[in-house]
């Protein structure tokens, strides 16, 4: 029986939290675990997927004692500081039909549209105070290069009888964002954006009232496996029948998973509110947008006329050793505000008032996986969310409440399920010193294609290297 060790946790300060969570001031609500204690199912992780699985054990199950252990405070990780935007799986048909098959990539998708759905009644009933504007999600081209990018899973949409996305013109785009830096594109009309922060704290709430444990600032520092794992913290320990790691990029710490995952960093600025200037230039409602380069931007506005402008940088780390660095970068966000001021000169006057970063877990073909421990049938994981998890971790959940029960359902069966038939990636140092050389290679070539300039042979063939 090996122990299986976890990587210590890099809470941010609270200087390097992300607006979302400077904003509403989120922290610890619930006391770290001590002592001994029991459950029926462990869930290491208080975000997005950890809470999500949360909910559906207790909704099928409710008289399962499920206790989730938080290394920090629920949605202090990717959960609280990505860029809000909430889009289905469509924008994703066409990957996931070559992994999981037509059927499971059609159900899939359905679901994270019925998720948006689930989001906007929980909060039009008030359980959750989420900021959700279903305004629409832009996936747009702003050079020749980008042109096209959605036309797969456009078009497997469209053979499959599902109108999702519709066509947008340059005019369409300026009078919805404010920009002609975008010229063409496609938008999902039942998509947009949520205060992430809000989101994660409200479902924290939702699985107290429900009767779930929540330990927060219990990091768990190693889990010793068995017919009742027991997960120790620094202050107890948890013994559980089942356990569930929903710790998205500190997963890569554990061996048998490490070879199918990879960090990488994206970084996040937020402008001071500027409502003015953006009703001047026709920016006014809650639509999420992103652009179609590699190291995609991504961007809204808030109620309050604050704008938040992402953008994927590809940093990475030896051996994903996740540290300081994942949570503010060095240089004040210089790169995203470079971008932010070719799309929105307008905005050139307006400071930025808060820059963040945080790790993203990722698989070579950028769709989760779950599954269970080869050796231990009882330790579940999900992991590799790339970045998209706003509407895709309530249909994780369900996927993980029915291996963690024991269902043999659609959702036990589906194509996620299963790590054997994932790519694996190089061993270290190979893995380090090829990310670095093909995220420059991206960078070149994402720079040079903005400019509708043509990348040399060299940038191309090392940029498609990439997973």
Same mark, same amino acid.
């Given at each position: 029986m090996n122990t299986i060790t976890?990587?210590?946790?890099?809470?941010? &300060?609270?200087?390097?939290?992300?607006?979302?969570?400077?904003?509403?001031?989120?922290?610890?609500? *619930?006391?770290?675990?001590?002592? *001994?204690?029991?459950?029926?199912v462990a869930i290491v992780g208080g975000g997005y997927a950890g809470l999500w699985t949360a909910l559906r054990i207790k909704e099928q199950s409710p008289e399962t004692r499920v206790t989730v252990l938080?290394?920090?405070?629920?949605? @202090? =990780?990717?959960?609280?500081? !990505?860029?809000?935007?909430?889009?289905?799986?469509?924008?994703?048909?066409d990957m996931?039909?070559?992994?999981?098959?037509?059927?499971?990539?059609?159900?899939? +998708?359905?679901?994270?549209?019925?998720?948006?759905?689930?989001? !906007?009644?929980?909060?039009?009933? =008030?359980?959750?105070?989420?900021?959700?504007? $279903?305004?629409?999600? $832009?996936? *747009?081209? @702003?050079?020749?290069?980008?042109?096209?990018?959605?036309?797969?899973?456009?078009d497997i949409c469209l053979a499959l009888g599902e109108e999702r996305f519709q066509p947008l013109q340059r005019a369409d785009i300026l009078r919805r964002t404010g920009s002609d830096a975008s010229y063409v594109g496609i938008v999902e009309e039942r998509a947009g954006t949520v205060q992430p922060a809000k989101l994660a704290i409200g479902l924290r709430q939702l699985a107290i009232e429900r009767g779930i444990a929540?330990?927060?600032? @219990?990091p768990v520092v190693e889990i010793a496996p068995g017919l009742r794992p027991q997960l120790r913290t620094s202050g107890g320990v948890l013994s559980a029948g089942k356990v569930v790691l929903a710790a998205n990029a500190w997963l890569s710490a554990i061996p048998e998973l490490h070879p199918y995952l990879y960090v990488v960093s994206s970084?996040?600025?937020?402008?001071?509110?500027?409502?003015?200037? $953006?009703?001047?230039?026709?920016? *006014?409602?809650?639509? @999420?947008? +992103?652009? &179609?380069?590699?190291?995609?931007?991504?961007?809204?506005r808030t109620s309050e006329g604050t704008v938040i402008f992402g953008r994927g940088t590809g940093g990475i780390a030896y051996g994903d050793r996740i540290d300081d660095r994942f949570n503010r970068g060095g240089d004040g966000g210089a790169d995203n505000i470079r971008e932010l001021h070719r799309v929105y000169p307008q905005l050139k006057d307006v400071p930025v008032l808060?820059?963040?970063s945080g790790p993203i877990d990722c698989t070579a073909?950028?769709?989760?996986?779950?599954?269970h421990l080869k050796d231990h049938p009882n330790i579940f994981y999900a992991m590799g969310f790339n970045g998209t998890g706003i509407a895709q971790t309530p249909v994780a959940g369900r996927i993980m409440t029915s291996l963690v029960l024991g269902r043999d359902d659609a959702w036990s069966r589906c194509g996620l399920v299963g790590i054997g038939k994932r790519t694996r990636l190089p061993p270290e140092p190979l893995r380090y010193i090829g990310a670095r050389v093909v995220r420059r290679?991206?960078?070149?070539? !994402?720079?040079?294609?903005?400019? !509708?300039?043509?990348?040399d042979a060299v940038t191309r063939f090392l940029a498609g290297l990439a997973p």
């Open positions: 976890m990587r210590p946790p890099v809470a941010a &300060a609270k200087a390097d939290r992300s607006y979302w969570l400077r904003s509403i001031e989120a922290d610890a609500a *619930t006391p770290p675990l001590q002592g *001994t204690a029991d459950c029926d938080e290394a920090d405070f629920c949605g @202090s =990780g990717a959960s609280g500081r !990505n860029g809000g935007q909430v889009h289905s799986w469509f924008a994703e048909i996931l039909r070559a992994l999981v098959g037509e059927d499971d990539a059609l159900m899939l +998708c359905r679901a994270t549209a019925d998720a948006i759905e689930e989001l !906007n009644g929980l909060q039009a009933s =008030g359980a959750v105070d989420m900021g959700l504007r $279903l305004d629409g999600w $832009l996936w *747009t081209a @702003s050079s020749t290069a980008q042109e096209g990018a959605w036309a797969a899973a456009r929540i330990h927060e600032r @219990s970084q996040v600025v937020a402008t001071a509110p500027a409502p003015d200037v $953006l009703e001047r230039i026709g920016w *006014t409602d809650g639509a @999420s947008i +992103c652009d &179609a380069q590699h190291h995609v931007l991504y961007y809204q808060c820059d963040w073909e950028h769709l989760p996986v779950f599954g290679a991206i960078r070149r070539k !994402n720079d040079l294609e903005i400019l !509708n300039r043509k990348p």
